[in-house]
């Protein structure tokens, strides 16, 4: 029986039909995954943004970094697993999804070392074409 995962919107459930993951090679059914219609979406953005305006109730810098070091952390211990699922559904060898989740756990980290170094400054979007001479 393949993983059903479901919509993670709090309080919300959708009257869209369920998507069907399946593996490129042999259109075997991974696991299906709950998808979100246009009331769920809209109610998603309304508590993002009523979330996002109530600043007292934001977390401080170092809960999100031990948030985020419990994450690499979590993502180290299953690097395997998540590299054969990441491989299984998009079909790609092996050693390209263990590549790709050890990308994603160093983009982990970076966020960490965001919160620690960059609070309180501006930074140089000009590192591209589009954001040349902008400041963020």
């Known amino acids: 029986m393949p993983e059903h995962f479901k919509l993670m919107i709090p309080g919300v459930t959708s009257s869209s039909a369920p998507l069907e993951i399946h593996a490129p090679w042999d259109n075997s059914t991974i ?6 219609d246009s009331a769920a979406v809209e109610q998603a953005l309304t508590t993002a943004y009523a979330l996002y305006r109530d600043r ?3 977390l401080s810098p170092a809960e999100r970094i031990g948030i985020l070091q419990k994450t690499a952390d979590l993502m ?3 690097r395997e697993t998540l590299a054969l699922e990441a491989a299984r559904e998009g079909g790609r ?3 390209d999804s263990l590549v790709e989740v ?3 756990i160093d ?3 970076g966020c960490i070392e965001c919160l620690r170094n960059d609070a309180g400054r501006e930074i140089p979007m ?7 001479g902008r400041w963020r």
């Open 56 to 58: 007292d109730a934001w």
């Open 31 to 36: 696991a299906t995954a709950e998808t979100a």
């Open 93 to 95: 060898p092996l050693p």
């Open 107 to 109: 983009g982990v980290h």
């Open 76 to 78: 180290q211990a299953q």
């Open 126 to 132: 000009g590192i591209n074409a589009a954001s040349s």
């Open 102 to 104: 050890d990308r994603a």
